[in-house]
């Protein structure tokens, strides 16, 4: 946390260096936390990209009541949010989906993980937004109840009920793929 008030404010004085360090630092982060609310890769990216422009060119406003973490994290299901917007206005377009890479040398691990992360990106894709958003944001992003409540001007037990529901039909949907 040290590092990133450091960073922010050496960025906030016109630092690239600085800048390249948060985006190293967190890129990895916030395509995870975008991939899992669009269930999309190449949306992902597209989102962060958005992000980080946004960053750059709002660099002399931004105020951290925070962590920067859970800002960038923030700012990520917010424009995934709009992404999702404009997807329902544009016409169907099929996703492609990145393989997910494994560092495993067995060819049967690498399978397993493949079909296990498949079936668990088809049943988050399967919750309804906020659901899904709500556990992204809490398991992958750190976020605590509290804070997601601020993000979304909700109260703290619609949040925790999001999350119980949607993770309740995570757990139906997953077990009727296995027993399917």
């Not at 404010?9 to 190293?24: N, V």
């Not at 690498?110 to 990106?121: D, P, Q, V």
Request: glycine share 2%; hydrophobic share 35%.
């Amino acid at each position: 946390m040290l590092e990133d008030k450091w960073l922010l404010w050496r960025f906030k004085r016109g630092s690239d260096e600085a800048l390249e360090r948060i985006y190293e630092k967190y890129e990895g982060y916030l395509i995870t936390v975008a991939t899992a609310l669009l269930n999309n890769t190449h949306a992902a990216e597209d989102v962060i990209q958005d992000v980080f422009v946004s960053f750059v060119q709002s660099s002399d406003k931004i105020k951290l009541h925070g962590s920067l973490k859970a800002y960038l994290a923030t700012c990520t299901a917010n424009r995934a949010r709009d992404k999702i917007r404009r997807r329902r206005l544009e016409p169907a377009v099929l996703d492609e989906q990145k393989s997910i890479e494994s560092d495993s040398d067995r060819p049967e691990q690498t399978a397993i993980r493949k079909e296990e992360a498949s079936l668990l990106h088809q049943a988050m894709s399967r919750l309804p937004y906020e659901q899904r958003e709500t556990i992204v944001l809490h398991l992958q992003g750190n976020l605590p109840f509290t804070q997601i409540a601020r993000l979304r001007s909700t109260s703290v037990n619609t949040v925790r009920s999001r999350y119980r529901y949607g993770l309740e039909k995570l757990r139906s949907l997953l077990n009727s793929e296995v027993t399917e």
